[in-house]
């Protein structure tokens, strides 16, 4: 099946995971017998993989439930919404948000150890870490230690905390399989790995980029403060580093106009096939921000409105300028006959280039090209991970420095220079704007104006993530204590003061492995919380 037949499959099932339940991982009904690795070798099995962890994330992740998260964020807005969905509500009672762990990769992990081929082994438990850490920032408890035992009906539920603990043990039993993988023993690496093609040393830095990611969710927790010191220890003695500035961890499977990146396939407007182009449209929270800010990602997060609202026409709100740039609330319901200027002819979409096309070196924005790479961790994230180490003086290293150029790189990712092969004309913009900010002492761009060097680190970690990674958005929401103040849904249905911190279980846990599940107690969506937030 295509990746397109498949995405319009999925999707149409989206439709029914709103009111039932499919089977997942928690499904004891699920049996991974009908699975078979006696004819799929691991260079077979490893492209697909990667593919559908990251573009997928499963589809139903990366589209539905990170596309709730842009909205619950203040990135997008659908235009004209109608009161009373459960997102708005937030009055979510089951779900299948969480992002399954797949049998596939631990099938590929056997058939590589088996073999001895010992660098696909160590990519195949990377990605098992990437889906069980998401699972546990979702749902906290988890089957972990029983799940995929097909003799083990009802799976016990392991702690979050635990099965992070363990999940930092398989990262470095990865990063030892990887390091002494031979190349030649390994059937076609450079090939069936569309990520770094068999570059050991990007391997490493990803990993170690994924640890501290898992360490920065605990930060808040003091009593981690050793078991995070001890483990910082072994990623500075490896001595491999983190993913650098123009290093991304994304992949690609050799996307092209029949067969476009996911994210690009599903929001570009400019893609005549393109599924919720209008989903993606500005929130006037991030949007404003950036305006209060006079800051120049304004114009590569979001596009201009296609038509101008005609002076003197009724608007639900009033919005500052630039008026070409307009959003709306979430979750308020807008009369189109009373606003008829307020739809998606009207408003800001998501950034994007001018014109269908393929990815050159003059894309920018988000969605740069229908071959654009599908995203697990960017560069971006993995320069703010790291400046928040160095505030926490985990890793050595200047914190004003680090601030600047991890909100620098997002300025070079966005490609605002509009010219992705010269970065430094990005970076020629990002200095003439801070030290435009800078001097007029703006406390949410300055370091040196900013009373609270955290909370500004965070603020432009919000900033850059919008619509590139709203998941750690919400990580970073949960453990900050509601930190940035991002306005609730404005639904008048709403039926909470605050945003939902987790998901509930599946609700045919309760049927098919009711006595494990309910030992995690009564869930609730809006006080159960995940271990890693602080008290």
Request: glycine share 6%; proline share 6%; hydrophobic share 40%.
């Amino acid at each position: 099946m295509s990746i397109r037949n498949k995405i319009i499959f999925v999707l149409l099932l989206l439709t029914v995971m709103h009111t039932s339940c499919r089977k997942g991982w928690l499904d004891v009904n699920y049996n991974p017998g009908e699975l078979t690795d006696s004819l799929a070798t691991p260079d077979l099995v490893l492209p697909s993989l990667l593919n559908e962890w990251t573009a997928a994330n499963g589809i139903d992740f990366k589209v539905n439930f990170n596309g709730l998260l842009n909205e619950w964020m203040g990135y997008w807005c659908a235009p004209l919404a109608t009161s009373g969905t459960p997102g708005q509500t937030y009055n979510i009672v089951s779900s299948s948000w969480s992002c399954d762990p797949k049998i596939s990769a631990v099938l590929l992990e056997n058939k590589a150890h088996r073999t001895n081929q010992t660098f696909y082994e160590g990519i195949a438990k990377i990605i098992q870490v990437l889906t069980w850490s998401r699972n546990v920032d979702v749902l906290n408890n988890i089957p972990y230690q029983e799940a995929f035992k097909q003799q083990i009906r009802q799976p016990r539920y392991d702690k979050g905390q635990f099965i992070y603990e363990e999940l930092m043990k398989q990262l470095d039993t990865s990063v030892s399989l990887i390091k002494k993988a031979s190349i030649d023993k390994n059937q076609r690496i450079t090939t069936a790995d569309i990520m770094f093609h068999g570059d050991k040393l990007k391997w490493i830095r990803f990993v170690n980029t994924l640890k501290l990611r898992l360490l920065v969710h605990q930060a808040n927790r003091i009593e981690r403060t050793a078991y995070i010191q001890k483990e910082m220890a072994k990623i500075l003695a490896d001595g491999s580093g983190f993913l650098r500035s123009g290093e991304d961890a994304a992949i690609d499977p050799g996307y092209n106009e029949q067969q476009p990146s996911l994210l690009y396939q599903v929001y570009c407007r400019h893609y005549i096939y393109s599924f919720f182009p209008d989903v993606a449209s500005a929130n006037v929270i991030s949007l404003n921000f950036l305006k209060e800010n006079n800051d120049p990602r304004l114009k590569f997060f979001y596009a201009p409105a296609r038509e101008p609202v005609p002076a003197g026409a009724p608007e639900p709100f009033s919005q500052p300028g630039p008026l070409e740039y307009r959003g709306n609330k979430f979750g308020l319901p807008v009369n189109e006959v009373e606003y008829q200027h307020q739809g998606a002819l009207y408003v800001s979409q998501v950034g994007s280039i001018s014109a269908h096309g393929p990815v050159t070196p003059f894309s920018s924005g988000i969605l740069k090209g229908y071959d654009m790479k599908s995203w697990i961790i960017t560069s971006i994230e993995s320069l703010f991970l790291q400046a928040e180490a160095v505030q926490r003086r985990w890793i050595p290293g200047d914190a004003e420095s680090a601030y600047k150029n991890a909100v620098k790189e997002s300025f070079r990712w966005l490609n605002v220079g509009r010219n992705s092969t010269l970065p430094e004309l990005s970076e020629a913009v990002f200095d003439e704007w801070y030290n435009d900010q800078a001097g007029n002492g703006n406390p949410n761009v300055s370091w040196a104006a900013a009373p609270d060097k955290y909370k500004l680190l965070m603020f432009q970690k919000y900033l850059a993530f919008n619509g590139i990674e709203p998941f750690e958005t919400w990580v970073d929401y949960r453990r900050n204590n509601a930190y940035p103040a991002i306005p609730l849904s404005a639904d008048p249905g709403r039926t909470s003061n605050i945003l939902p911190v987790r998901m509930p279980y599946q609700s045919l846990e309760y049927i098919n492995n009711a006595e494990n599940v309910k030992q995690q107690g009564i869930i609730n969506i809006f006080t159960s919380r995940i271990w890693w937030m602080p008290d």
